[in-house]
């Protein structure tokens, strides 16, 4: 419920604040909730003159003594500046929640079915293309995943690739995977899809991820390879006609970046699908054929984050886009790692989706045992156990970072990849989360 704000109350903002400008924008931190508003410089102003003692009246009386704005141009900025305090609970009673333990959160599990790919995008960290040795047949996934149902029950299982649907027997395994009671999502993209296989995905299939580099076919298949636009817009329209849901996966790079700003919006309204909704990754990870590209595909540019800002904004308008990197109010101690079991298509477990530092392979590994690894490495790798991090004004925004990333640049999961461009990319994130 909405506050009603009376000109003589006494705005109880969180005690404990840091302050960044950046460019044109304020953000309020406070730290230990966390919690944060983004203002412009006049609310900024306004609110520096917040305190135990100043009523809203008093704020008003000596904001106009410091300026020469007009009435109603200051009673606009004391509204917008009290909206943002109460859409964003920025007070002192605000309560802070701890986020749940490792112990209580459900495992979900990301199986790659294969590493063959009937594409070779110029981005993809996996470098799909060809199947690797040993990969599983279908007797030892189906018994792989009743081995985990025994002790993880109706979770998430994501079926990935490579191309997933290049293997002839992958439905038929998601469909073994639904009937033990699992949400399955299958991640794709796209041009497998026709008539032949569109029923039976319909069947086992709760949300399908298509990879979309482009809207329009040149860029599309710039990026994709030549005549795949076509086969991507008709999985598209079966999907839409199977009613799944369907989730669009938007990687951004330089090549596409206008092409996505200009024409996504226009696409998506025609395509009129009330079952779709947007993801944006605008970061490339610098592995498999990415590590081919130019630098100009990684650096940090003002352009694209505005252009990035722009498309999240109009996507969040129109309801395809809710999708937030960050929360507010919770103690988040950890990056997450640990709460995925990640299985290569050789059977190899990992524990998040980074296929970096196997952890045992899953044909002969001990479920139970597997669950109380990734816990402990969950707990030993809290930020509590992070030096650098103790005293950052980012750490339960932040909470330490990709602990994978850290160990590969350091050989270290407790020592954070942190530097003053690290944490500006945050507070961009952030601010155009905030608009």
């Not at 999502?185 to 990879?211: A, P, W």
């Not at 991090?389 to 350091?410: A, P, T, V």
Request: charged fraction near 30%; charge should be negative; proline fraction near 2%.
């Amino acid at each position: 419920m909405e506050k009603n704000f009376s000109i003589n109350d006494v705005i109880e903002i969180p005690e404990k604040l840091y302050i960044k400008k950046l460019d044109n924008k304020y953000i309020i931190l406070a730290v230990e909730k966390p919690n944060w508003i983004v203002l412009d410089e006049k609310e900024y102003n306004m609110f520096s003159l917040i305190n135990k003692e100043n009523r809203i009246i008093d704020i008003l009386e000596q904001y106009s003594e410091s300026c020469d704005d007009q009435e109603e141009v200051i009673i606009y900025c004391m509204q917008s500046l009290l909206e943002k305090i109460e859409k964003n609970k920025f007070y002192e009673s605000t309560n802070t929640v701890e986020n749940e333990s490792i112990e209580q959160i459900k495992k979900t599990i990301q199986i790659h079915l294969t590493h063959k790919c009937n594409m070779r995008c110029i981005h993809c960290y996996m470098a799909a293309g060809n199947a690797i040795n040993n990969e599983l047949i279908e007797e030892e996934w189906k018994s792989a995943i009743e081995n985990l149902s025994k002790v993880i029950k109706n979770t998430e299982i994501v079926f990935t690739g490579g191309e997933p649907l290049i293997r002839k027997d992958s439905v038929s395994i998601m469909k073994f995977a639904k009937k033990h009671g699992h949400n399955i999502v299958l991640f794709t993209n796209g041009v497998l899809i026709d008539e032949d296989n569109i029923l039976e995905l319909s069947k086992c299939v709760d949300e399908i991820q298509v990879s979309m580099e482009g809207v329009t076919k040149g860029c599309y298949e710039n990026v994709r390879g030549k005549a795949n636009y076509d086969r991507f817009i008709n999985s598209l329209n079966l999907i839409k006609k199977y009613k799944i849901p369907l989730t669009l996966a938007i990687t951004i790079i330089p090549s596409n970046i206008e092409d996505i700003e200009h024409n996504l919006i226009n696409f998506l309204e025609k395509f009129n699908y009330d079952k779709v909704n947007v993801r944006i990754n605008a970061k490339l990870d610098k592995e498999g054929y990415a590590k081919n590209l130019p630098e100009e595909f990684f650096e940090d540019s003002n352009h694209i984050n505005d252009s990035v800002g722009n498309i999240k904004a109009k996507l969040v308008e129109m309801g395809y886009f809710d999708e937030k990197k960050y929360q507010k109010n919770i103690h988040f101690y950890n990056c997450g790692i640990g709460c995925s079991i990640t299985i290569d298509s050789n059977g190899e477990i990992y524990p998040c989706s980074k296929l970096n530092i196997s952890r045992g392979n899953i044909v002969n590994k001990n479920i139970n045992e597997l669950i109380d690894e990734f816990n402990k490495l969950n707990k030993d790798t809290e930020i509590t156990n992070m030096k650098l991090c103790k005293q950052c004004e980012l750490k339960y925004i932040c909470s330490g970072g990709c602990r994978i990333d850290n160990y590969l640049k350091s050989g270290n999961y407790l020592k954070p990849i942190c530097n003053d461009s690290y944490k500006e990319e945050i507070y961009r994130t952030l601010i155009n989360e905030s608009l």
